[in-house]
């Protein structure tokens, strides 16, 4: 069975540029989770959708983020300009309903901004 | 206050040992509680849930609970060094039906052979 995946696995992008960061979650999962991941702050949960509705950004930290669901099987997360502080790894999850709260997790994207 | 708190570690055991990795929370009416392992490098997995007090054991893996005291832990036992990793604390946020998750910041587990 194919995890969750994501794209890219790298990118290294200079300040000011637009960043597109996209997953795949698992077949059926009705839950996806955007997280970040630094050293300094941990993994932070940014936003997460339910049937491809947004239900909680408020982690998000700031209008430069936004995310995306157009349908059950894809996900986007861009950063418009970036800033080397978000530099960092960029992790996508997702989940069921019927399998109590387990997120699984994907490869995750380095991203890192010059 | 972190709502999750870990101590970051490194901890060291040697192979064999028990190792013990303990986190404290601070939502007292948080109900779901996991342990995740993230090898260098590699996203977070799964290995441990526990939703009511006590011990529940899986292998040589043993979660234990005390809502009371607002703390869990996890234990390793015969930890072998391909335990060594870092192990994420993450409590479920306690309102109605949000799955959002936070984590603590994590403690390293280093195996010496």
């Known amino acids: 069975d194919a995890g969750v995946i994501q794209s890219p696995r790298h990118e290294v992008t200079e300040m000011g540029q637009e960043v597109t960061l996209r997953c795949k979650p698992i077949?059926?999962?009705?839950?996806l989770f955007w997280y970040r991941q630094t050293m300094m702050r941990g993994l932070e949960l940014l936003i997460y959708f339910n049937n491809n509705v947004p239900i909680d950004d408020s982690g998000m930290p700031e209008d430069r983020f936004s995310a995306k669901m157009p349908n059950a099987s894809f996900s986007t997360l861009k950063i418009q300009p970036s800033e080397p502080r978000d530099s960092a790894v960029y992790f996508c999850?997702?989940?069921?309903?019927?399998?109590?709260?387990?997120?699984?997790f994907g490869p995750g994207t380095r991203l890192l901004v010059l | 206050q972190k709502e999750v708190e870990q101590n970051s570690g490194p901890l060291s055991v040697p192979e064999g040992a028990i190792a013990s990795l303990n986190c404290t929370y601070s939502?007292?009416?948080?109900?779901?509680f996991f342990w995740y392992r993230q090898y260098s490098g590699k996203s977070p997995e799964l290995i441990m849930s526990?939703?009511?007090?006590g011990d529940k054991e899986d292998g040589r893996f043993t979660a234990q609970l005390n809502k009371a005291s607002q703390y869990v832990s996890l234990l390793i036992r015969d930890s072998q060094p391909s335990d060594s990793a870092t192990y994420l604390c993450?409590?479920?946020?306690?309102?109605?039906?949000?799955?959002?998750?936070?984590f603590g910041s994590g403690t390293q587990l280093t195996v010496l052979p």
């Open positions: 999850a997702s989940s069921s309903s019927w399998e109590k709260e387990t997120q699984y």
């Open positions: 939502d007292r009416v948080s109900q779901s």
């Open positions: 077949s059926g999962h009705d839950y």
């Open positions: 993450a409590v479920k946020a306690s309102s109605g039906s949000a799955r959002q998750l936070t």
């Open positions: 526990i939703y009511s007090n």
